[in-house]
Protein backbone atom coordinates (compact mmCIF):
# COMPACT_ATOMS: atom_id res chain seq x y z
CA UNK A 1 0.00 0.00 0.00
CA UNK A 2 0.77 3.40 -0.83
CA UNK A 3 2.29 5.75 2.29
CA UNK A 4 0.62 8.98 2.40
CA UNK A 5 2.31 10.22 5.28
CA UNK A 6 5.00 9.01 8.02
CA UNK A 7 6.43 10.33 11.58
CA UNK A 8 9.06 8.28 13.72
CA UNK A 9 9.96 8.87 17.13
CA UNK A 10 12.12 7.22 19.57
CA UNK A 11 12.44 7.63 23.21
CA UNK A 12 14.12 5.57 26.57
CA UNK A 13 12.16 2.86 27.90
CA UNK A 14 11.37 4.51 30.85
CA UNK A 15 7.41 4.43 31.86
CA UNK A 16 7.64 8.54 32.27
CA UNK A 17 7.56 8.11 27.97
CA UNK A 18 4.01 5.60 27.86
CA UNK A 19 2.17 8.74 28.50
CA UNK A 20 3.77 10.18 25.74
CA UNK A 21 4.15 8.36 22.87
CA UNK A 22 0.40 7.18 23.34
CA UNK A 23 -0.25 10.97 22.81
CA UNK A 24 2.25 11.97 19.70
CA UNK A 25 0.89 8.75 17.86
CA UNK A 26 -3.06 10.09 18.45
CA UNK A 27 -2.30 13.26 17.33
CA UNK A 28 -0.74 12.23 14.12
CA UNK A 29 -3.80 9.98 13.98
CA UNK A 30 -5.92 12.89 13.88
CA UNK A 31 -4.99 14.20 10.47
CA UNK A 32 -7.40 10.89 9.51
CA UNK A 33 -10.14 12.49 11.28
CA UNK A 34 -11.08 9.29 13.03
CA UNK A 35 -14.22 9.17 15.12
CA UNK A 36 -13.19 9.58 19.29
CA UNK A 37 -14.13 5.65 19.81
CA UNK A 38 -11.40 4.91 16.60
CA UNK A 39 -8.91 7.42 18.12
CA UNK A 40 -9.65 5.73 21.81
CA UNK A 41 -8.68 2.10 20.33
CA UNK A 42 -5.41 3.73 18.96
CA UNK A 43 -3.94 5.03 22.05
CA UNK A 44 -4.95 2.05 24.33
CA UNK A 45 -3.19 -0.13 21.56
CA UNK A 46 -0.18 2.14 21.26
CA UNK A 47 -0.19 2.36 25.49
CA UNK A 48 -0.34 -1.63 25.88
CA UNK A 49 2.67 -1.88 22.87
CA UNK A 50 4.98 0.47 24.52
CA UNK A 51 3.99 -0.77 27.74
CA UNK A 52 5.13 -4.27 27.02
CA UNK A 53 8.60 -2.43 25.81
CA UNK A 54 8.70 -0.75 28.92
CA UNK A 55 8.25 -3.91 31.45
CA UNK A 56 9.34 -6.49 29.32
CA UNK A 57 11.72 -6.06 26.56
CA UNK A 58 14.69 -4.34 28.77
CA UNK A 59 14.35 -5.73 32.73
CA UNK A 60 15.91 -3.44 34.86
CA UNK A 61 17.93 -1.72 32.18
CA UNK A 62 17.10 1.26 30.12
CA UNK A 63 16.93 0.75 26.06
CA UNK A 64 15.39 2.35 23.08
CA UNK A 65 11.42 2.20 21.64
CA UNK A 66 10.95 3.20 17.89
CA UNK A 67 7.42 3.61 16.44
CA UNK A 68 6.81 4.39 13.61
CA UNK A 69 3.08 5.40 12.21
CA UNK A 70 1.77 5.69 8.82
CA UNK A 71 -0.85 6.82 7.12
CA UNK A 72 -1.33 4.47 4.03
CA UNK A 73 -3.83 5.06 1.30
CA UNK A 74 -7.44 3.85 1.89
CA UNK A 75 -7.66 5.70 5.42
CA UNK A 76 -5.41 2.53 6.51
CA UNK A 77 -3.63 3.35 9.80
CA UNK A 78 -0.32 1.73 10.11
CA UNK A 79 1.76 1.33 13.67
CA UNK A 80 4.82 -0.10 14.07
CA UNK A 81 6.62 -0.54 17.86
CA UNK A 82 9.89 -2.04 18.03
CA UNK A 83 12.69 -2.55 20.80
CA UNK A 84 16.38 -4.30 20.63
CA UNK A 85 15.23 -5.71 23.98
CA UNK A 86 15.36 -9.74 25.36
CA UNK A 87 12.53 -11.07 22.64
CA UNK A 88 9.99 -13.36 23.10
CA UNK A 89 10.69 -17.22 23.35
CA UNK A 90 7.61 -17.97 22.58
CA UNK A 91 5.19 -15.93 20.58
CA UNK A 92 2.33 -17.94 20.20
CA UNK A 93 2.14 -18.02 23.93
CA UNK A 94 3.15 -15.01 24.65
CA UNK A 95 -0.64 -14.12 22.27
CA UNK A 96 -2.64 -16.29 24.89
CA UNK A 97 -4.88 -13.85 27.09
CA UNK A 98 -3.34 -14.36 30.77
CA UNK A 99 0.26 -15.25 30.08
CA UNK A 100 2.43 -13.20 31.53
CA UNK A 101 6.31 -12.91 32.47
CA UNK A 102 6.11 -11.10 35.37
CA UNK A 103 3.18 -12.41 37.59
CA UNK A 104 5.33 -11.06 40.43
CA UNK A 105 4.17 -7.64 39.19
CA UNK A 106 0.81 -8.55 39.14
CA UNK A 107 0.65 -8.12 35.67
CA UNK A 108 -2.99 -9.24 33.78
CA UNK A 109 -1.33 -10.70 30.40
CA UNK A 110 -4.04 -8.82 28.82
CA UNK A 111 -1.44 -6.87 26.31
CA UNK A 112 -1.31 -8.25 23.11
CA UNK A 113 -5.44 -9.36 23.44
CA UNK A 114 -5.80 -5.99 24.28
CA UNK A 115 -4.28 -4.90 20.90
CA UNK A 116 -5.83 -7.29 18.86
CA UNK A 117 -9.25 -6.19 19.78
CA UNK A 118 -8.76 -3.09 19.11
CA UNK A 119 -6.52 -2.87 15.84
CA UNK A 120 -7.75 -5.06 12.68
CA UNK A 121 -4.45 -6.28 12.21
CA UNK A 122 -1.97 -6.98 15.01
CA UNK A 123 1.32 -8.80 13.87
CA UNK A 124 4.34 -9.95 16.00
CA UNK A 125 7.75 -10.67 15.23
CA UNK A 126 10.63 -11.50 17.52
CA UNK A 127 13.93 -13.01 18.36
CA UNK A 128 15.52 -14.03 21.34
CA UNK A 129 18.28 -11.44 22.32
CA UNK A 130 17.78 -9.28 19.46
CA UNK A 131 14.24 -7.28 20.24
CA UNK A 132 10.48 -7.47 19.52
CA UNK A 133 8.65 -5.77 16.26
CA UNK A 134 4.73 -5.20 16.60
CA UNK A 135 2.77 -3.72 14.06
CA UNK A 136 -0.55 -2.57 13.98
CA UNK A 137 -3.18 -1.31 11.47
CA UNK A 138 -6.58 0.32 11.80
CA UNK A 139 -9.04 1.31 9.31
CA UNK A 140 -10.30 4.48 9.86
CA UNK A 141 -13.54 5.03 8.64
CA UNK A 142 -15.28 8.15 6.56
CA UNK A 143 -17.47 10.70 8.76
Known amino acids: MKIINEMK ?7 V ?5 RSAVASFAILLDPRMDELSDIRTAVSEAVTNCIVHAYGDSVGTIEITARILEGNIFY ?10 PDIE ?17 LGFAVMESFMDKL ?7 VGTTVTMQKKISRR
Open 17 to 21: NESFS
Open 93 to 109: KALEPMFTTAPEEERAG
Open 9 to 15: ISFPSRS
Open 123 to 129: TVKSKVG
Open 79 to 88: IRIKDKGCGI
